[in-house]
């Protein structure tokens, strides 16, 4: 079987989420201990905690929900960019990664990644994102989907294009991952958010397998 990679952060209480957000809770339903038959849990979090997907609706009031997310576009080949220098992702960022030919997945790996790998719980404001300008190079290069390692795509403090340009373009956003220690390079990634009907986003489970080699 090949090496699964787990790229998604853990859901725990005190871990960074966005200002404003009230965290998570793991509340305590039934437990055996006091005497009860099972063990049982109530989860309490914003659907944009840890590692999650954004609907097209969490920016677009005319955008679809989470369980129309498209499966395909969040399943398959994926190219994973190491940018460790960078402070923001700009056209120019992008433009000089050699990305593969027929590359409709992108994941960038920033020092974003540090801070998960490192537990720091506090939320960090000068964290790596795209401008808005990055996002229309993506739309060029018709990419599907775009992951990144921290809690948006867009730099704290800008407004929305970012988000709306990608959305609007039918861009599957990840964000939250979590790809310290990733080496650059080409994986199968397996992303599957949760099925919340009516959702502008959804936590997720995201994986990478190492592809075989190829003769």
Same mark, same amino acid.
């Given at each position: 079987? /090949?090496?699964?990679?787990?790229?998604?952060? %853990?859901?725990?209480?005190?871990?960074?989420?966005? #200002?404003?957000?009230?965290?998570?809770?793991?509340?305590?339903?039934?437990?055996?201990?006091?005497?009860?038959? *099972? *063990?049982?849990?109530?989860?309490?979090? *914003?659907?944009?905690?840890? +590692?999650?997907?954004?609907?097209?609706?969490?920016?677009?009031?005319?955008? /679809?929900?989470?369980?129309?997310?498209?499966?395909?576009?969040?399943?398959?080949?994926?190219? @994973? =960019?190491?940018?460790?220098?960078?402070?923001?992702?700009?056209?120019?960022?992008? =433009?000089?990664?050699?990305?593969?030919?027929?590359? +409709?997945?992108?994941?960038?790996? +920033? &020092? *974003?990644?540090?801070?998960?790998? +490192?537990? @720091?719980?506090?939320?960090?404001?000068?964290?790596?994102?795209?401008?808005?300008? =990055?996002?229309?190079?993506?739309?060029?290069?018709?990419?599907?989907?775009?992951?990144?390692?921290?809690? /948006?795509?867009?730099?704290?403090?800008?407004?929305?294009?970012?988000?709306?340009?990608?959305? &609007?373009?039918?861009?599957?956003?990840?964000?939250?991952?979590?790809?310290?220690?990733?080496? %650059?390079?080409?994986?199968?990634?397996?992303?599957? #958010?949760?099925?919340?009907?009516?959702?502008?986003?959804?936590?997720?489970?995201?994986?990478?397998?190492?592809?075989?080699? &190829?003769?």
């Amino acid at each position: 079987m /090949s090496e699964i990679i787990d790229i998604s952060v %853990p859901l725990l209480p005190g871990m960074p989420v966005w #200002p404003g957000d009230d965290g998570i809770r793991i509340v305590p339903v039934k437990r055996m201990a006091t005497g009860d038959k *099972n *063990n049982s849990s109530r989860l309490d979090c *914003n659907v944009h905690t840890g +590692t999650h997907v954004d609907a097209p609706w969490h920016f677009l009031e005319d955008g /679809s929900t989470a369980e129309q997310l498209p499966l395909d576009a969040m399943m398959g080949e994926a190219f @994973v =960019a190491y940018l460790p220098e960078v402070d923001v992702i700009a056209v120019e960022t992008l =433009a000089r990664l050699t990305l593969p030919a027929g590359t +409709t997945r992108l994941l960038l790996r +920033t &020092r *974003n990644s540090e801070l998960w790998e +490192t537990g @720091v719980t506090e939320f960090r404001k000068d964290f790596v994102a795209l401008t808005s300008d =990055a996002a229309q190079w993506l739309v060029g290069q018709g990419i599907r989907l775009i992951g990144v390692d921290y809690l /948006s795509v867009h730099r704290y403090g800008d407004n929305a294009p970012t988000h709306q340009i990608l959305l &609007r373009a039918g861009i599957v956003i990840v964000e939250g991952l979590n790809l310290a220690g990733v080496a %650059p390079g080409k994986y199968e990634l397996i992303c599957l #958010p949760l099925r919340l009907d009516g959702a502008d986003g959804a936590p997720a489970r995201a994986v990478l397998r190492r592809l075989p080699a &190829r003769d």
